[in-house]
């Protein structure tokens, strides 16, 4: 039986949600709570859901295969229903690994233990823009009190939750967003591109908030601060559109997803684990034949303490992490 077999077969659901109900649910899918796993070398891996159509036991399939291939484990991977079900996952002993979003981290810092932060484009930190055009009249963020400004997704972490955030700091009333409307401009929610878009093609959106791999290229170089052209995957492209913005506001670098352990998985595969992941390359991790290749080309050195800009930006807006998990 193939790995790619042995992966499919074994793709099961959660069960959304916590406490009593999801808990009996998990464990008639994933059998004994009580241990690691079956086998001494059995490591159960859970995976953030994917968007879209993406196949992710077969995106992962080259990690699955390094890991194993590396120390000697038998990854038993499996996709769950939701971001909260990763973080129930390992909060619960029902996994030794997970691939989860930063805001997971968060969630439960006393459960898990990062073994390193994806590398994605080249960097392990990404940033949020506030853009405008040049011949808007917008000189700063507190101009754009009674004005549309245009983000992503509410729940986004770089289209909607810093950007909110730099409005709320440069004394702009949020409200209750993203959940509700702010008190003091108006929010359109859609994509990054879509963001962009309509800051670029309708007259009465004033400024953009996104991530920095849609604005970046429309804002001159001399706009940036040296901490992004340094770090950012985006350096290499600013300037390079033809349509030029401004920029009205930089957030502080913001770390990309981890990928962590239960921090009570008491097995020498743990540490084995991490130091295959910092040590793999882009080729190990890489199809290039495959249709669905896996978003990030290795893993960096990190800890719980480097999501600490995205807790604080939470706790600035005053969301919980069930807020950006969508239960």
Known sequence: MSDQTRWTNKR???LKGAGVTATAGLA????DLSGDGGDDDEVRMVLNPAEGDVDMMKQYEP????????TGATIDATE?????ATVDAIRNDQAEIADISPTGVIAAPDSMDVLGVRIAYGAEQYFSLIATTPDSGIEELADLEGTDVSLSDPLSVSGSLFPLYMLSEAGLDVGDAPDGSPEDFNTRHSDHSTARD????????MAAGAGAFVLAPHIPEDQFSDQFLEISAEADSVGSADEEMR?????????RAPIVARSNWDSSLKGDIEEALLNATEEDLIDEDSEEQLWFTGVEEGSIEDYDPIKNVMDALGLEFADLAGE
């Open 28 to 31: 008639g899918c994933l059998g």
């Open 12 to 14: 099961r659901t959660f």
């Open 198 to 205: 309509e800051l670029l093609q309708q007259d009465e959106v």
């Open 80 to 84: 769950t229903s939701s971001y909260t």
């Open 247 to 255: 920029l009205l506001s930089e957030s502080d670098p913001i770390p």
């Open 63 to 70: 990690l699955f295969n390094y890991l194993e291939d590396e």
